[in-house]
């Protein structure tokens, strides 16, 4: 069973800083893509960044220069690092992980909000 736990969600004010770490658990075939998603009220979940085996990355546009994805396999774990918050950023995030055979498990989201 393949479970993906999230942590580091808070709240924070407009300005502020938090790191989202994801780690997977079970059994993976292997990690193609990595990525954070997030959906605020009332929105669609919307891709955040994402970032592939080879260590390209994409962000949404309107996170490109705050936020940065990394990863590190060893500990399983992929890491959202977010500056610069804004009240618009607040939402649940979650990250995915799809695999080698290109199965896609989701995390149970942590909450992210930011005051202004």
């Known amino acids: 069973q393949v479970q993906l736990v999230e942590s580091g969600g808070d709240l924070v004010q407009a300005g502020g800083s938090l790191r989202l770490s994801c780690e997977a658990s079970?059994?993976?075939?292997?990690?193609?893509?990595l990525g954070w998603y997030r959906q605020a009220p009332g929105k669609q979940r919307e891709l955040v960044a994402d970032?592939?085996?080879?260590?390209?990355?994409n962000y949404a546009d309107s996170v490109k220069g705050r936020f940065t994805i990394s990863r590190d396999y060893a500990k399983r774990t992929v890491y959202l690092q977010m500056n610069s918050l804004q009240p618009e950023d607040t939402a649940v995030y979650y990250c995915?992980?799809?695999?080698?055979?290109?199965?896609?498990?989701w995390g149970q989201g942590t909450q992210v909000t930011v005051t202004s």
């Open positions: 970032i592939t085996r080879r260590g390209t990355t």
């Open positions: 995915k992980v799809v695999d080698a055979i290109d199965r896609a498990f």
């Open positions: 079970g059994i993976i075939l292997g990690f193609n893509i």
